[in-house]
């Protein structure tokens, strides 16, 4: 084994291809639902033998910045929407609550002296699942 560094560029890139994997495999599940409805994992090993076909893995930085913006998608778009992506994979299964959802809290006096009932949170931004 060895010891490497990755550069800052390279670090970026894989970032973005990460980011593109992720959109393309939410629009390759809705595109073939019917057709992966029974494989294993959702029937990701169907795609993944695709991906991993696939010319982007040759692209450098700026082409992947190209690409993307081709897709109208900036670079911090496609961050986001990587960092939501795992942060719901992180969370599971837990629903994301609404402005309509109150988020039960822990009856702690305030700085008022006051216990709080319920707080509301705001509606995300946008959700990848919204995009497909």
């Known amino acids: 084994m060895a010891i490497t560094f990755v550069s800052k560029t390279s670090k970026k890139r894989s970032l973005l291809i990460d980011a593109l994997r992720i959109l393309a495999w939410e629009e390759y599940k809705s595109t073939n639902k019917e057709a992966l409805k029974n494989l294993e994992y959702g029937g990701y090993a169907v795609f ?5 076909a696939e010319d982007i893995h040759n692209k450098g930085y700026e082409d992947l ?34 402005a309509k959802t109150p988020v039960p809290v822990q009856n702690k006096p305030t700085s008022n002296g006051n216990i709080p009932e319920d707080v509301s949170v705001p509606d995300e931004e946008y959700d990848v699942g919204d995009l497909f």
């Open 65 to 98: 910045l190209a690409f993307a913006k081709s897709l109208e998608f900036s670079e911090a778009e496609l961050l986001s929407i990587r960092s939501k992506y795992y942060a719901k994979k992180t969370n599971g299964a837990t629903p994301t609550p609404t």
């Open 48 to 52: 993944d033998k695709e991906w991993q």
